[in-house]
């Protein structure tokens, strides 16, 4: 996925160290690879072995015998009644460098008002509009040109009235610009966790009764890769996801009643909001 923060991930190398020490070289590359993916999904990865060997590129040997002491660095999370691993000081670095692009982004508008603004109150930068009403007014005001007459005609009709102009030639038309196509779900696409994430964010802003997200999912990219015909392509699939979500029916407790929002979920939706509004300040 590239919906990563930064592209610059921050290691601490003494605090790395001193946790680290009891693992071996093939641990260590283990640990590092799966805090890159972290980094890269931009929140807690799926919990699932056969994932996270495949991230780690271990073989399911040296995984079973690693597992343990790779997994004790992360703490366990149910999203949307999905089983994820979260790591605290991901986490944390993730909070900083989200906070460090909108304050970058609110000082670059800052500074673009403030220069643009000055230029166009001192008249040193004029107003576009005023320049596009000044060229068109002279157009309007022009004298017409004379168009020369050919030399026979000079001399056989001098008496004769002044030639009317020639007809300009009409511009061609422009060529119709081609729409963009979609591309359909295959069986190789996969539901990003940040994906999940904001849409558990959007349903309990809309105050929508939980769901359970995983049989969603499924159901999704079973419906999406079953699909035919040219409804099956799509130009934004995260927004179709998203409102497959949204349009999805929310389970219910035993006396009918909207089960309610946990302290855990409030709390991954704040971290799903500052992923969501990180990523429209990059829009």
Request: with cysteine; charged share 25%; aromatic share 8%.
């Amino acid at each position: 996925m590239r919906d990563a923060p930064d592209s610059f991930m921050p290691l601490n190398i003494g605090l790395y160290l001193a946790d680290t020490a009891h693992l071996n070289v093939a641990e260590h590359g283990a640990y590092l690879l799966l805090l890159m993916a972290y980094w890269r999904h931009g929140g807690p990865l799926v919990d699932d072995d056969v994932e996270l060997r495949n991230i780690a590129k271990m073989s399911p040997l040296k995984w079973k015998k690693s597992r343990k002491r790779i997994r004790a660095f992360f703490f366990s999370i149910f999203i949307g009644g999905q089983a994820c691993l979260g790591q605290k000081r991901a986490e944390l670095e993730l909070r900083k460098a989200l906070e460090l692009h909108d304050k970058k982004s609110k000082a670059g508008i800052a500074g673009n008002i403030k220069r643009w603004g000055n230029r166009i109150a001192d008249g040193s930068h004029s107003d576009p509009g005023a320049n596009r009403k000044s060229i068109a007014d002279g157009i309007a005001n022009a004298s017409p040109v004379p168009i020369p007459l050919p030399l026979e005609l000079k001399t056989s009709n001098q008496s004769s009235a002044p030639p009317t102009a020639s007809p300009s030639p009409k511009p061609p038309d422009p060529k119709p610009q081609s729409q963009p196509k979609g591309r359909r779900w295959t069986a190789e696409d996969e539901i990003p966790p940040n994906w999940t994430f904001e849409a558990e964010r959007l349903r309990a802003e809309n105050n929508l009764p939980p769901i359970n997200l995983p049989v969603e999912n499924i159901k999704f990219t079973n419906y999406w890769i079953a699909k035919n015909g040219r409804a099956a392509a799509h130009l934004d699939w995260k927004r179709t996801y998203l409102n497959w979500i949204l349009n999805a029916n929310g389970a219910k407790n035993g006396n009918g009643s909207t089960p309610k929002r946990t302290s855990t979920d409030k709390h991954l939706a704040g971290i799903a909001q500052l992923v969501a509004e990180r990523r429209a300040g990059q829009g």
